[in-house]
């Protein structure tokens, strides 16, 4: 099973819509979680962390962790072009003190 | 508000040739830490560094890689004998690490080895 697993996509949504994007992980002794963006060429740009079960909102972006599940997602409300890109998954996994383990990441296009 | 910055943004040289990527953390962050990203791959981990020693390593990392923080602001990571299969982007990252182990990334060191 891989480490961190996550949809490639693509995910399209029109302009507005809630943008739902998951992520599973293999090592349920992980504490960490992060959500980053990165745009064709860029590096990634972190959106949020969480490290409790439940929700975690920050402005238009939600995410959400359950960790008897192995899962967190991330929602992003009122989309617009702007926030067309990848999104990667990373975790902390429990083996590890300082290593983030990435998703392959789920390409998002938002549509005008 | 605070950036890790890289050096240079794009670095093309033969194989076999020596390189050395420069990275500057964040000021007063402590930790670290070296990622590569193949094209159209994800981002993989390389190497965290901590109170000037290694502080965990993949297996990619092996002894054609070296990592060294010269001086109080500078990161480096040193690829010897570089092969084809090093192209890719290197980023570097820091995070404060007493507060909250996030990691903050520069905006990469694009590496073509020809």
């Known amino acids: 099973q891989k480490e961190v697993e996550q949809n490639s996509g693509p995910l399209s949504v029109p302009e507005g819509a809630i943008a739902s994007l998951n992520c599973t992980y293999s090592d349920r002794g992980s504490q960490s979680f992060f959500w980053y963006r990165q745009y064709s060429g860029k590096s990634p740009e972190l959106i949020m962390s969480i490290y409790s079960n439940g929700d975690k909102e920050d402005g238009r972006f939600t995410a959400q962790l359950n960790k008897a599940s192995q899962y967190v997602s991330l929602l992003i409300r009122d989309s617009q072009p702007s926030d067309s890109a990848t999104y990667l998954c990373a975790v902390k996994l429990g083996s590890s003190n300082y290593k983030l383990t990435f998703g392959k990441g789920t390409l998002l296009t938002v549509n005008p | 508000e605070p950036e890790v910055t890289q050096t240079p943004s794009h670095q093309v040289t033969q194989m076999g040739q020596e390189v050395i990527l420069r990275c500057v953390p964040i000021?007063?962050?402590?930790?670290f830490y070296w990622y590569r990203q193949i094209l159209g791959q994800k981002v993989e981990f390389l190497v965290s560094?901590?109170?000037?020693?290694?502080?965990?390593k993949s297996e990619i990392f092996d002894d054609q890689f070296s990592v060294e923080r010269p001086d109080g602001s500078n990161f480096t990571l040193k690829i010897r004998s570089t092969k084809l299969e090093d192209s890719a982007m290197y980023f570097c990252?820091?995070?404060?690490?007493?507060?909250?182990?996030?990691?903050?990334f520069g905006p990469g060191t694009r590496l073509t080895v020809l």
């Open positions: 560094f901590y109170n000037n020693e290694i502080s965990e």
């Open positions: 000021s007063n962050h402590l930790y």
């Open positions: 990252a820091s995070s404060p690490g007493w507060y909250t182990d996030t990691q903050y």
